[in-house]
């Protein structure tokens, strides 16, 4: 076929398949696609009376947060309070195949909400974490909240401080220098996130920069707010030492003036050690119970993370701002530790306490570790005379 043959064939084709798609018939594709408007009235309709579960907070505290959030969320597309619905069902453990079925969305517009919600949450003041411990007033309120909820003999305490290791998926080998350094010995790949609370089971301080495979002391060290603590001649280490305050931690840290850890092996029969390790317990025991209402909320974390690499520490840190935030909204009594109890009781999250040592490793003399403080607290303990429950005292 000649070239002149080939062109007119080639217009022919042409006109004979616009004038087909002109027509509407069993062949041809609506030309415009008019995107789903989804309301919040309609997101409402969806979940109906189980709103607070599916969004999992109360409906007053959900309008509070979209008030929060508005100024910092896109004027354009989805609603503001759409937006952070459907955010707040995916970090609540919704697929994003059924968040698409429910309101009748593209995949797109899920994830795009839900980093427009995170990048909103992390950069609004409101959610800042302002654990003030420079302040000595400041550490004193700490100090007597956490004394007056337990009714503790130690008054110096002004946080809790522990470690989750927050599974993951593995990460790519062009994300991160070593890949291996990200799988911890729970045996599975996870971010080392170190967290400070209060008394009122909020994070004051976070940090999320450390493998896996991190020990929680080395973990806390390698942090701005660690080096503060541990460097015996910053500020805040003179100050917090001149006042006797410290930060309840376990085994994990190294014992020193401003962490106050148990004693090792139960104290070895002596029972105002025994004691100490009793009472110090049930105030570090706080960080325990905000790991757990964070992973009971955010179901999302009870698979592995399968976010972009770089987003995956943000993804965290928002998290944390919004349990705070539900428990700034919440009495202590209106919100229990497990708010959700009928929901499944297993995940895999686990807290990273990582004082495990093996028969053929070599672990840490905490036996040979010296801490005045420690020594002073227990001392508190004896002069008062109160032992834990369950031991009599003998006269």
């Given at each position: 076929m000649d070239p002149a043959s080939i062109l007119r064939y080639g217009?022919?084709?042409t006109t004979v398949g616009g004038a087909v798609y002109a027509q509407r018939g069993i062949f041809s594709l609506p030309r415009y696609h008019t995107p789903a408007r989804v309301s919040f009235a309609d997101v409402q309709a969806r979940y109906g009376r189980n709103f607070h579960r599916a969004m999992r907070m109360p409906l007053g505290a959900f309008c509070d947060l979209v008030?929060?959030?508005r100024p910092r969320l896109p004027r354009l597309g989805v609603p503001p309070d759409v937006r952070t619905a459907i955010a707040l069902r995916y970090l609540g453990g919704g697929s994003h195949i059924d968040i698409c079925a429910a309101l009748g969305v593209h995949s797109a517009t899920v994830y795009r909400a839900l980093w427009d919600v995170i990048d909103?949450?992390?950069s609004s003041p409101a959610s800042d974490m302002d654990y003030q411990l420079e302040n000595s007033t400041r550490r004193r309120s700490y100090a007597s909240d956490?004394?007056?909820c337990r009714n503790s003999p130690f008054d110096n305490v002004c946080g809790a401080l522990d470690g989750i290791a927050i599974e993951q998926e593995q990460p790519l080998s062009t994300d991160v220098p070593c890949v291996a350094d990200y799988y911890s010995r729970k045996g599975f790949y996870a971010l080392n996130t170190q967290a400070i609370c209060d008394s009122d089971y909020k994070f004051r301080w976070t940090a999320c920069t450390s493998p896996g495979s991190v020990h929680d002391s080395t973990a806390f060290s390698g942090t701005g707010q660690g080096r503060s603590?541990?460097?015996r001649g910053s500020a805040l280490a003179r100050s917090m030492t001149r006042d006797g305050h410290c930060i309840a931690a376990d085994e994990a840290y190294a014992a020193s003036e401003r962490l106050a850890d148990p004693w090792p092996g139960g104290g070895r029969g002596d029972r105002w050690r025994d004691a100490f390790n009793f009472?110090?317990?049930?105030?570090?025991?706080?960080i325990e119970q905000t790991f757990g209402m964070l992973l009971w909320r955010w179901?999302?974390?009870w698979r592995p993370l399968r976010v972009p690499f770089s987003k995956r520490p943000s993804l965290i840190r928002a998290c944390f701002r919004l349990h705070n935030f539900c428990r700034s909204f919440s009495s202590a009594a209106a919100a229990p530790v497990a708010p959700y109890a009928n929901d499944r009781n297993d995940g895999s999250v686990s807290f990273a306490r990582n004082d495990g040592v093996g028969s053929c490793q070599r672990g840490r003399r905490r036996d040979c570790e010296r801490s005045d403080l420690r020594v002073r607290m227990t001392s508190r303990v004896e002069e008062r005379g109160i032992l834990r429950p369950g031991v009599v005292r003998m006269f």
């Open positions: 217009q022919f084709v008030d929060i959030l909103a949450v992390n956490f004394q007056g603590l541990l460097d009472f110090l317990s049930s105030l570090r025991i706080h179901v999302f974390f």
